[in-house]
């Protein structure tokens, strides 16, 4: 397996632009998750889903940010419009809970973001 | 409030040392801990937690988590240039699946 694949890697954009990011779990996974990570605030958890659901998006930080998951094998996170404060590296990883309770997450490259 | 406190914040050490890093947690409902090593790329797992007083090891890392007293540690012995990172811990609440993670460690190991 590939693991989990982000794209763009690196975004580039100016204040106002609406951005959208892409994350394509490894497959058979059933939980993903999208951080932001700050030099200021570390790694924070945006939102998770579950089976396509999202279960709690309480991290998201405002209505300019949406998530969604369509299908078991994609998740895009949005942000409309873009402002410089959320420059960051965004991460997409993905888990499975195993009978065993283990359910360690595989993280993807992240996509660095900047906001002009 | 629920939270995650790693220390130290930083770390510099010769090759050889051992370092011991430190989370220390409060979080409502805990279901385990889990340790990451982020080099300048995504974060990598190390060590999955749930019980006390059970040594998770892998070569020259090796964890321990105390549920009593709320914390854990990391241990890295005989360090290595390859072992400068940040050092990641994060605590799963609640239902399963949720994470707060901590600011992290930063390890720099000189030669």
């Known amino acids: 397996d590939a693991g989990v694949i982000q794209s763009p890697r690196h975004e580039v954009t100016e204040m106002g632009q609406e951005v959208t990011l892409r994350c394509k779990p490894i497959s058979g996974h059933d939980y993903l998750f999208w951080y932001r990570q700050t030099m200021m605030r570390g790694l924070e958890l945006l939102i998770y889903f579950n089976n396509n659901v999202p279960i709690d998006d309480s991290g998201m930080p405002e209505d300019r940010f949406s998530a969604k998951m369509p299908n078991a094998s994609f998740s895009t996170l949005k942000i409309q419009p873009s402002e410089p404060r959320d420059s960051a590296v965004y991460f997409c990883a993905s888990s499975f809970l195993g009978l065993a309770g283990e359910n360690e997450q595989f993280f993807g490259p992240g996509t660095r973001l900047t906001v002009l | 409030e629920d939270k995650v406190v790693q220390s130290p914040l930083s770390l510099v050490v010769h090759e050889g040392d051992t370092v011991t890093l430190n989370c ?88």
């Open chain 2, 24 to 111: 220390s947690y409060e979080v409502t409902n805990f279901r385990s801990l889990l340790w990451y090593k982020q080099e300048k790329k995504a974060p990598t797992f190390l060590f999955m937690l749930t019980s006390s007083g059970i040594e998770k090891k892998s070569g020259r890392l090796s964890s321990i988590l105390d549920k009593k007293e709320l914390f854990s540690i990391l241990n890295i012995t005989a360090t290595q240039t390859g072992d400068s990172a940040v050092y990641l811990c994060a605590v799963e609440y609640l239902a399963g699946n949720q994470f707060y993670f901590g600011t992290g460690t930063s390890l720099t190991v000189i030669p």
